[in-house]
């Protein structure tokens, strides 16, 4: 049986270990009892994006393919407005979404130089052991362990190199260079996409970012028929060799495109990096602690029993009546990418669920 250390575990046990402790499925695995919350207006935005991305729609008239987005992102936000606060919260965040959908279908176009062949596509990996070539990390008792992680969009250019896609809400201001640049999240696709697929090198990652408010602000126009034509030769194993500057950014006020190269040597180190936090995560002498500042605090969920914890009392009765035992991630039929399907470019997408 494998042990899948996701990639917001791996960001949570380097934040904070007690919270690390609490929330992951490999721990304590508890979350709080659901109550009226935000909507994930990011999850919505990915939501809509994966349909305007999917690869089988790619060369459909946009007046086609654009009702379909806008309902993508209907569904998303009312599947979610169940826990949400109030109705007119949901209709606010659909009005915006909806106008940040044909702004962004507008401005797209210009800078999409690719052919998306995947999205929101799972996978899981070994992670290969430092110290013996050929072999992956276990747990003591054997079970082999993975890296798991979901990516936004594969995608090929014109010059057979494969890129992977992360979309970005952005509420404040723009991601500044060097943040990207140590991505780890993105480079750990770039480094883990080519043992999923054996031999598919990624060339390097695509950030694409959208304001907020980009449906305010944003260029109005309709959106165009098709895209720029990107003719790629055929599906490779392994990229193409491309050349280039390393990092490419474009972009208006409201939407900007970050194109970043990764290198052998950096995936590399990436991997190594890897392996030696989750060696770490999984030692059978691990020591939990609390790592409390402001900027890790104020979005924890744990903060209650945290402070009963600091405080040497015993958070047993809270945990019990204010979280619960997370459920298992529901596999929702017809997602898209939620099963291997198709690469070839017209395959019919799955069914999806309806909107009611
Ligand atoms: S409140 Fe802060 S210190 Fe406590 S578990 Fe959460 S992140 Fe960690």
Known sequence: MAYGIHASDRTAFKRCRREWDLSSRNRRNLEPIPGPGPIDRAQALRDALAVYYFPGMWEWDRSIVQPLVHQALDRSVRRQAEAATDNQAVQETLARGHALLDAYAAWAPTVDRFTPLRVDTDFEVGIPHPARPG?????PAGDEIRYCDRVDLLAIDSDDAYWVVQHRLVTDSWADRDVLELDERTIAWSWAWPQ???????????????RADAGEL?????PPAGHQQVHHRRMYARSGTVSGERLHAEGTDVFRRTQIRRGEAELAAAGADLAAEVTTATSAD??????PAPGVCARCSY???????SQGD??????????????????????????????NRGAAPPRWPSSS
């Not at 031999?199 to 390097?204: D, H, K, R, V």
């Not at 944003?218 to 309709?222: H, L, M, T």
């Not at 903060?303 to 914890?309: F, H, K, L, Q």
Request: glycine share 10%; hydrophobic share 40%.
């Open 135 to 139: 072999a992956h990390l276990v747990l």
């Open 218 to 222: 944003g260029v109005q126009a309709p």
């Open 314 to 343: 015993d958070a047993t009765a809270e945990l019990s009546t204010s979280y619960r035992e997370r459920p298992p991630e529901p596999v929702q039929e017809g997602r898209l990418g939620g099963v291997t399907w198709s690469m």
């Open 303 to 309: 903060r209650s029993p945290c402070v009963m914890m």
């Open 286 to 291: 691990l020591k939990i602690f609390p790592s």
């Open 196 to 210: 999923f697929y054996l031999g598919m090198g990624i060339t390097g990652t695509v950030y694409n970012e959208i």
